[in-house]
């Protein structure tokens, strides 16, 4: 079981706006900024967003915030490159560990 | 630019030390401020992370696999290890490195490897 909780799947239409949603406790989310990770094909992942902050190179239909203990991700005027695994990361300072969220599966409609 | 590759054995029998490499390349692994750090993913499943190494030598690991994780550095390399012992087939997975850096006082995974599959079996 993953401390850190993510939808199983998300679905959306070209175009439309959608938003993944992560959520964790006092531990983790609500004391750190969280990372989110894209997986095409169970390739290898790539980062989309530093907490509310776009990566060199990713397109700024994505966007990230992060309100008390849940973190989102949001993707405005989704496309069909943006089919993939989403998973969401941050420090546990009470594990003294990283952690993941279980993943996301986008589908584009 | 940094480039990130995994290299090591696809096969390890159960009950043996999986050991593999992540070089770096493009810069230096002792050079800015980052972590090393390695992650796996059994086939169908999420990201879960095993540890971490500075670039001082200080490490941090899984507690859940914290008594069987070493991750150790070699600057004259450029290279990280991860070293796991007494596997089962449960440790079978891709396994990445990847470099945490500090975005905003906040660390984040930046850089990935490619990924290499290790399956544990007799």
């Known amino acids: 079981q993953s401390a850190l909780t993510q939808e199983a799947s998300v679905s959306g239409t070209v175009g439309q706006k959608v938003t993944l949603s992560c959520t964790g406790n006092s531990n983790n989310i609500g004391s750190y900024a969280v990372g989110w990770y894209q997986q095409i094909s169970h390739g290898a992942p790539k980062t989309v967003m530093f907490?509310?902050s776009l990566p060199s190179g990713i397109p700024d239909r994505f966007s990230g915030s992060k309100s008390g203990t849940t973190a989102s991700l949001t993707i405005s005027g989704l496309q069909p490159e943006d089919e993939a695994d989403y998973y969401c990361?941050?420090?546990?300072?009470?594990?003294?560990?990283?952690?993941f969220g279980g993943g996301t599966k986008l589908t584009v409609l | 630019q940094v480039q990130l590759q995994e290299s090591g054995p696809g096969l390890v029998k159960p009950s043996q030390t999986l050991s593999l490499t992540c070089t770096v390349s493009?810069?230096?692994?002792?050079?800015?401020?980052?972590?090393w750090s390695w992650i796996r993913q059994p086939a169908g499943k999420g990201l879960e992370w095993i540890g971490r190494?500075?670039?001082?030598?200080?490490?941090n690991y899984n507690p859940s696999l914290k008594s069987r994780v070493t991750i150790s550095v070699d600057t004259s390399k450029n290279q990280f290890s991860l070293n796991l012992s007494s596997v089962t087939a449960a440790d079978t997975a891709v396994y990445y490195c990847a470099r945490q850096g500090v975005v905003g006082g906040n660390w984040y995974f930046d850089l990935w490897g490619r990924g290499t599959l290790v399956t544990v079996s007799s």
């Open positions: 907490g509310n």
């Open positions: 990361s941050t420090w546990d300072y009470s594990l003294s560990a990283q952690v």
């Open positions: 190494i500075y670039t001082s030598g200080s490490t």
């Open positions: 493009g810069g230096s692994i002792s050079s800015g401020n980052y972590y």
